[in-house]
């Protein structure tokens, strides 16, 4: 199974969006500072998506990613 997983950042208007099988040692690592983008922390996990297929985890992290998955991410995830 894999996560599509979108993080809100301490202190920050914007956001972080990955992929991974694990979302428990994934957050661990964002929360140690193990990830560069996230070393300043982050608030709390605001969504997530689950895939059985990681070619289609990783489509919609990149639309997500884009201008027009951010506005879906406006219009549709609470807590961002």
Known sequence: MFIVYILKLK??????????????????EHKTGKVKSTKGGFEKLIYTEEYTNKKEAWKREKFLKSGKGREWIKQNVKGR
Do not use: H
């Not at 099988?21 to 994934?26: A, G, K, L, P, S």
């Open 11 to 28: 202190g920050k208007k914007s956001s972080y969006i990955g992929v991974t099988e694990n979302i428990e040692r994934r957050l661990e």
